[in-house]
C-alpha cells in the first residue's frame, strides 16, 4: 500500500496532480480522498467491491477540478441535459459529466448488491480479516514454501498490504497452470511471481489452508 496522503502532498508541492489507481485497495481499505486532498482516482468494482466480471469502473475527480476535468469518451449520460439532443456537446456541471454512454444495467445491480454486502459486513471488519488472511498465508508460506525454494514477495508489515499475497517461485508460470489445473486460481505476473487474492467477504481460513497445501504439493512435484 502507498502513502496515500505523503505522497499526494509531495507531488502537490511539486505543482503536480495524482491520478490514484483504486483497484486492489477500494473494498479492503479504508481510505479518504477528500481528507488526502486527491486529484483524482479510478477503480474498478470486479474485485473487492465484489460486483463480479463485466461491473464497471468509478472515477473520482475532486470538486476543485469539475469545471475544467473533461471526458474524452463524451456520450449523453454526461450531458448537461441528456435529453436535449442538440447539435453540439455541453458536459454537466458536476461529476456526471465523466459518464459517457448507458451504463450496463446488469452491471450497476450487481455493484449495489456488492456494496450492500460491504456496508453490512462493515470495512473495518474486512480490513481485520484481510490482514488475517494475508497473515495466515505469509505464514503457511514460511512454514510450506520456503523450504522448497519459493519466497514471499509481499510487505511483512500488514500496514503495507492490501489484500493479496505475493510468492516468488522458479518456474512460476508453469506453477501458476498446474495450481489452476488442481483447483487453486492465482494471478501469474512476470518474471516469477504469482499472486493470492484473499477476499475476505468470500475467502475461509480453510480455504486459505487448502490452496497453500496444493502449493506446496505442486512446488514439491515440479
Request: glycine share 10%; with cysteine.
Amino acid at each position: 500500500l502507498a502513502d496515500l496522503t505523503g505522497i499526494t502532498a509531495a507531488v502537490h508541492q511539486s505543482g503536480g496532480v495524482v491520478v490514484w489507481d483504486l483497484c486492489h485497495s477500494a473494498g479492503v481499505v479504508a481510505m479518504s480522498l477528500d481528507e488526502a486532498q486527491v486529484d483524482f482516482a479510478v477503480g474498478c468494482t470486479y474485485k473487492y467491491l465484489n460486483a463480479g466480471p463485466g461491473a464497471p469502473a468509478f472515477i473520482y475527480v475532486a470538486a476543485q477540478h469539475l469545471s475544467t476535468v473533461s471526458q474524452p469518451i463524451t456520450g449523453w449520460f454526461g450531458a448537461a441535459d441528456v435529453f436535449a439532443m442538440a447539435a453540439s456537446y455541453e458536459p454537466a456541471p458536476d461529476i456526471r459529466r465523466m459518464l459517457s454512454g448507458t451504463p450496463s444495467v446488469l452491471g450497476i445491480v450487481a455493484v449495489q448488491e456488492g456494496l450492500a454486502v460491504i456496508t453490512e459486513a462493515g470495512l473495518e471488519r474486512i480490513r481485520d480479516k484481510a490482514v488475517d488472511l494475508t497473515e495466515y498465508a505469509i505464514a503457511l508460506a514460511d512454514e510450506r514454501l520456503v523450504p522448497l525454494g519459493a519466497g514471499v514477495a509481499s510487505p511483512r508489515a500488514a500496514a503495507q498490504r492490501g489484500g493479496h499475497v505475493t510468492i516468488r517461485c522458479a518456474g512460476a508460470e508453469d506453477v501458476t497452470r498446474r495450481l489452476v489445473v488442481a483447483g487453486v486460481v492465482p494471478d501469474f505476473r512476470n518474471p516469477d511471481l504469482i499472486r493470492l487474492g484473499l477476499s475476505p467477504l468470500t475467502t475461509s481460513y480453510a480455504e486459505v489452508w487448502t490452496a497453500m497445501d496444493i502449493f506446496a504439493a505442486t512446488l514439491g512435484n515440479t
